[in-house]
């Protein structure tokens, strides 16, 4: 039966092929322009370590107390959203999750054997952050823990980099040269990059994976300058050390548990740090501390900037206007064939076979359109990319059609389509077979 | 006589009536939304910093290794890039105007005041400022050569004198002289405010970020000893081409242990900081032209399914006397009708639009300009778009009338 309908449905889309072509251009250019938009906010939603989603956590300890926060009680209360050095060595030796590290952003600058040196980002964090993360490896592997004790001079590439100062060889073991102090190299990742970054969204949520990375305890010996948001209550004591010892907040911290049940114990066992911190004259106020999951984490930031919601939205609101001008379409071509249903209703076709054929058309049509819509959406990320003016790979990856992408594309032009093809679907059904008949 | 037929007709074309009509009210309400948070967008792109823009040009500075002495090389380097033909002065700094990277920081009126009165990003500036970054001075004086202390890294201090915009000014002083009050960065400094810059833009892009107004900039005599440096070059009109490359050469000259990465024209930072703006304005114009032609298409559409419709009607109104202008004029008002009751309903839908956009996002509220000139371009649209089915009907023969279907 399915076959016939399909068969009846292109025979009618071939007949009025202007009106046609118009319901599929309204359905392709709504579903296109959405889908654009729709796309970015997908990504930079989505979860870059799905199976790890629940077991990784964000610990917040409020160092700054309630007086820090300037509008009391308007809203949930929001604590730092990075720890201060001090709390992040004390969760480290801690040792109370599986795994952990903290770290934070730097920036380097390479020397490489041959030209000028240049600048290059960089991260300091422990060995566990590569298997919590789960950052491949090209060659070689993370350093280790031990070496995390020892303070270790070594350093793990990315691919970029690795590609850069040596060709494509395997740099394991080859020295690297890092603000004029030389590094081994223990391992080189393959190409990777989290969208959205979530080790590390103090700045911004879509930034380029770094490209080389040292031990937090090596970095911070050798006072590597820190690169990213330091935020402050009071001035510090001069110096690296006055720093370190300061009550400012820029290191990242993430907790690997065993299980999404460890959450608990997690925050009691920070909790109980932060009490004793305040038994020990540092702090002033009632103990608080939160841990959030990943996904936890992403809805809290504001990783999706306004002006993407904001053209999400629109791109939206158009999808729905042509969706209306479909709708109006579809009666019309619905209605101007009144004759025709009227000739099936009387040589026996039911109600039910009346409708299920037009919502045929519609679905073909619908499929018609996402296909256009899947060709426009890729124009128009073409189109977003040049706007954007850049190559990186962040950009590649918040700009790409993938199967998923047409999926949904096809699939919400589908679904649009029927469902607004709903209303003239059921009115041509209602064709009553004597009145048509008559009138012709 | 017209309006009554109309209403009339329309009652027994209800769907199709009501589908135009929240058609164009759904548009109208996005377009004019749009067109308020793209002329807000332009209006942050063509802003002027108060620097002078068409001579500026920047580059950020590391010395690698061990540098030595920080001091005596980056007064070493500057009077290198003053002696560049064509370059009328340079100083180091620690940020730049829209470039991202800042330091913001409270200040307050008095040192026992539980919340800041204000807050500021800051740049640091030496005797030479002033005509480096071509700001203008509106009151008071520029920092002298004595007054400028050295900042090293990780060193958070506060100087004893600053110059304001005119703006912080007013926003700390709003009924007094600011001139020679003091404020306080922190507790234990006082800070005598000597000197007024006309205007000057924070080193971001936004009106507001981490509480800082993008006019609220303060000046302090510093000179940033952190490795990690700003040079800002001002050059005569003109020079900015020739003296990047020589002042460049000049630098690796005295020393090639260094690295140095964004050099930029003032230009080139404005349109790279600019850059998500500019990709808004132009996704919401791309969206909004897509929506009034689809919109328009409908209306040809449905207006020619409806001549079609009444063909047998016109042809006996044109038998009975009306003539081909009644007829056009017909559809012409009948558009109206529906166009003017979907725009009337579009107002309303923009407005409540508007104000959860503003509520739940950083725009401003859209002016009453934006709400009439979109009804405007949409009535417009929607008239021409009924010209050409109106002809057609208005084209048909009165013989029709008595011809059997």
Excluded at chain 1, 357 to 364: G, K, V, Y
Excluded at chain 1, 427 to 439: F, I
Excluded at chain 2, 98 to 104: D, L, P
Aim: glycine share 8%.
């Amino acid at each position: 039966m399915i076959w016939y309908y399909i068969e009846l449905a292109i025979r009618s889309l071939k007949r009025n092929v202007a009106l046609t072509l118009l319901v599929i251009t309204a359905v392709g250019i709504g579903i296109g322009t959405c889908m654009t938009e729709f796309s970015v906010m997908y990504v930079l939603l989505g979860n870059p370590v799905p199976d790890k989603s629940s077991r990784l956590v964000v610990p917040q300890i409020d160092a700054w107390g309630p007086d820090s926060r300037s509008a009391p009680g308007g809203g949930a209360i929001e604590l730092p959203d990075q720890l201060t050095y001090r709390d992040a060595m004390a969760l480290m030796q801690g040792h109370k999750a599986l795994r952990q590290t903290a770290m934070y952003g730097i920036g380097p600058n390479v020397t490489p054997s041959q030209g000028r040196p240049f600048h290059a980002s960089g991260r300091a964090a422990y060995a566990d952050f590569f298997t919590m993360f789960e950052a491949p490896f090209r060659f070689g592997g993370p350093w280790s823990p031990a070496e995390d004790a020892q303070h270790a001079n070594v350093a793990v590439l990315s691919a970029r980099l690795a590609d850069r100062l040596f060709q494509h060889a395997d740099a394991v073991g080859k020295t690297l040269t890092l603000d004029g102090r030389d590094y081994r190299i223990v391992g080189v990742l393959a190409p990777w990059q989290l969208i959205p970054r979530v080790y590390d969204m103090s700045q911004n949520a879509a930034l380029d994976a770094e490209d080389v990375y040292v031990p937090f305890t090596t970095a911070i010996d050798r006072q590597l300058r820190h690169y990213g948001h330091d935020s402050c209550n009071s001035s510090p004591a001069p110096g690296w050390l006055g720093h370190l010892n300061s009550e400012c907040v820029w290191v990242q911290f993430w907790a690997e548990l065993p299980s999404a049940a460890a959450k608990s114990d997690y925050r009691r066992y920070l909790l109980g740090y932060v009490a004793d911190q305040r038994a020990a004259g540092r702090f002033h106020w009632a103990p608080l501390a939160f841990v959030s999951t990943l996904p936890e984490w992403i809805a809290q930031k504001k990783v999706v900037p306004d002006e993407v919601k904001l053209g999400t939205l629109i791109a939206l609101g158009f999808l729905v206007v042509c969706l209306i001008n479909a709708v109006g379409l579809m009666l019309a071509r619905f209605s101007g064939r009144a004759g025709e249903l009227g000739v099936r209703r009387a040589l026996g076709a039911s109600r039910w076979h009346i409708f299920c054929q037009c919502l045929t058309e519609s679905a073909i049509i619908g499929l018609l359109g996402g296909a256009l819509g899947v060709g426009l959406t890729a124009i128009g990320q073409a189109s977003e990319r040049a706007l954007d003016g850049g190559d990186g790979v962040v950009i590649r990856l918040l700009y790409s059609i993938n199967q998923e992408t047409v999926l949904m594309t096809v699939g919400a032009a589908v679904l649009a389509t029927v469902c607004s093809g709903l209303y003239p679907t059921w009115r041509a059904s209602r064709v009553q077979p004597a009145l048509q008949l008559k009138t012709d | 006589m017209q309006l009554t037929l109309i209403v009339h007709s329309l009652r027994r074309n209800k769907l199709g009536a009501l589908l135009i009509g929240l058609q164009i009210a759904l548009t109208l309400a996005i377009v004019c939304n749009s067109l308020s948070i793209i002329q807000q967008h332009l209006r942050h792109m063509v802003r002027p910093t108060g620097f002078d823009e068409p001579s500026i040009w920047s580059l950020r500075n590391q010395w690698i290794g061990e540098p030595g002495d920080l001091k005596a090389k980056v007064l070493e380097d500057l009077a290198a890039l003053r002696s560049v033909p064509g370059v009328i002065d340079a100083e180091a700094t620690n940020s730049f105007p829209m470039q991202g990277s800042m330091w913001n920081t409270d200040l307050k009126l008095n040192p026992t005041q539980r919340f800041a009165a204000s807050q500021t990003a800051v740049y640091f500036v030496d005797e030479h400022g002033l005509s480096a970054f071509g700001v203008k001075l509106a009151a008071g004086r520029w920092f002298a050569a004595e007054e400028v202390s050295d900042v090293h890294d990780n060193e958070t201090k506060f100087p004893a004198s600053v110059i304001v915009t005119r703006s912080l000014a007013q926003a700390l002083f709003p009924h007094s002289n600011p001139l020679g009050k003091v404020v306080y960065f922190s507790e234990t400094q006082a800070t005598r405010i000597i000197g007024i810059v006309e205007q000057a833009q924070a080193p971001f892009t936004a009106d507001i970020q981490e509480g800082s107004r993008v006019a609220d900039v303060s000046f302090f005599p510093f000179r940033d000893l952190g490795n990690d440096t700003v040079y800002v070059v001002r050059t005569a009109p003109g020079q900015i081409a020739s003296t990047m490359k020589i002042a460049q050469d000049k630098l690796f000259q005295l020393d090639p242990q260094r690295v140095v990465s964004a050099v930029r024209t003032f230009a080139q930072v404005r349109h790279s900081a600019y850059t998500s703006e500019r990709k808004a304005s132009v996704i919401l114009a791309v969206v909004c032209g897509l929506l009034l032609t689809v919109t328009a298409l409908g209306v040809v559409g449905l207006t020619s399914y409806w001549v079609s419709q009444r063909t047998r009607y016109i042809g006996m109104r044109r038998a009975l006397g009306a003539r081909r202008r009644d007829i056009l004029g017909y559809f012409h008002l009948e558009n109206l009708v529906i166009a003017g009751t979907g725009a009337l309903l579009g107002i309303a839908l923009g407005i409540c639009g508007n104000l959860w956009l503003v509520s739940s996002f950083s725009i401003t509220r859209m002016s009453a300009a934006f709400i009439c000139g979109g009804a405007g371009i949409v009535l417009a649209l929607c008239q021409a778009a009924v010209v050409w089915p109106a002809l057609r009907a208005a084209s048909i023969s009165p013989a029709l009338a008595f011809r059997n279907r």
